[in-house]
């Protein structure tokens, strides 16, 4: 299973997971997930990390709609970004003998114990969107391209500033432009991911002085923020701009998701600025929240990270898994976890500015411009 080799097309995505539906474990065939054809019905185990972030309830949605779509019995739990409920929850999933487990953990590397659980009941798991690590028992990984996310948030605040162009030609600007630097969550394995990318294309503009980090806080341990916290975001910005931006403005901020770039955006708002002074800001996971302060002026950018997708390429996975099949992977070689290097898929992201978030996210029938209207998709 280890060996996994082949890109999937969407496409080909679209057909399986069709034929899933039709003729999966819930719909009345031989063709069953499980093994040797029986018609048992599969239950599938889903954690998610909380829902604080919408993200978490668009993607917990997505996979438990997805799943039961192609005939599985769904088990999905939120833990409140809390590790040992957490872990108590995985622990009940494989008592309670689910046939596989789609994992998206709030510590990649706290759920050593339920990997080595899950193996000896010879439950499959699949790492979704943030890598377990430091254990062997992981077989697959569905997740974007961590690392394109971060060139693209970097790329997107260059754009921003004038110092690239649409196309990221460089265009001569040579600013100097006070940025400071917003990265996730160190527990999270995705975080460096996101904020290496970020800075593959910033730190060359930063060694030149076109870019300046006036706080001088710009390695990942000075500006990762514990749990994606939008309050804490929100603090070491008032904190920022006590110390370093009395008498200066900041004119851009990378903020790896969306809660993190609310919270430098509410700082700012309490210092001063307002939708016509606002410096760019990038952001992640397209919530609708941050949609709205795009669709106002107050953010820049956010990434679109279509849990459509990332759901249809787990509950293939899944299946693939429960048929005694390898799923079929397009990156066996960049996600190391410290044990094993685990095969993955890697999906595409997007980049969402006010000149197009309507194409990507209303015209998809992601968000309706009504939700965007009130920030809500209630």
């Not at 916290?229 to 910005?237: I, L, N, T």
């Not at 249809?312 to 044990?339: F, I, R």
Request: hydrophobic fraction near 40%; proline fraction near 3%.
């Amino acid at each position: 299973m280890r060996k996994l080799f082949a890109t999937a097309s969407i496409a080909a995505l679209a057909l399986s997971l069709a034929a899933c539906g039709g003729s999966g474990a819930g719909g009345g065939t031989d063709e069953g997930a499980g093994s040797g054809g029986s018609d048992e019905q599969k239950t599938v185990g889903v954690a998610m990390p909380e829902q604080t972030l919408q993200r978490w309830i668009n993607d917990g949605k997505a996979v438990r709609e997805g799943l039961e779509e192609a005939g599985y019995k769904v088990e999905l739990q939120y833990a409140g970004n809390d590790i040992p409920t957490q872990q108590e929850q995985i622990d009940q999933m494989i008592t309670k003998g689910v046939d596989v487990l789609i994992l998206a953990s709030i510590d990649g590397a706290a759920l050593s114990t339920q990997l080595d659980a899950a193996e000896a009941a010879n439950i499959p798991v699949i790492a979704y969107d943030r890598l377990l690590t430091g254990n062997k028992n992981v077989d697959f990984y569905v997740t974007f391209d961590n690392f394109n996310v971060g060139v693209q948030q970097g790329t997107s605040l260059l754009t921003a500033l004038g110092i690239v162009d649409a196309d990221g030609k460089e265009t001569g600007e040579k600013g100097p432009f006070n940025i400071e630097l917003f990265a996730g969550s160190p527990d999270d394995n995705n975080a460096g991911f996101f904020f290496n990318g970020a800075m593959s294309v910033l730190k060359p503009h930063i060694d030149a002085g076109t870019l300046v980090v006036k706080s001088g806080q710009s390695e990942f341990g000075q500006v990762a923020t514990q749990g994606w916290d939008q309050a804490k975001a929100q603090s070491r910005m008032d904190d920022l701009i006590a110390k370093s931006y009395q008498n200066d403005k900041i004119h851009g901020v990378l903020a790896s998701n969306d809660a993190l770039g609310r919270g430098a955006i509410t700082a700012m708002q309490n210092g001063g600025y307002d939708a016509a002074s606002m410096p760019p800001v990038t952001g992640q996971d397209a919530e609708i929240a941050s949609v709205k302060m795009i669709n106002e002026g107050l953010q820049y950018s956010t990434i679109f990270k279509d849990t459509r997708k990332l759901a249809a390429q787990s509950v293939q996975a899944a299946k693939d898994l429960l048929e005694g099949k390898s799923p079929e992977a397009n990156d066996t070689e960049t996600y190391d976890n410290g044990v094993v290097t685990v095969p993955s898929f890697l999906l595409e992201s997007d980049v969402v500015t006010k000149d197009n978030y309507s194409s990507l996210l209303i015209d998809s029938g992601y968000y309706t411009q009504a939700n965007v209207d009130k920030g809500s998709v209630d």
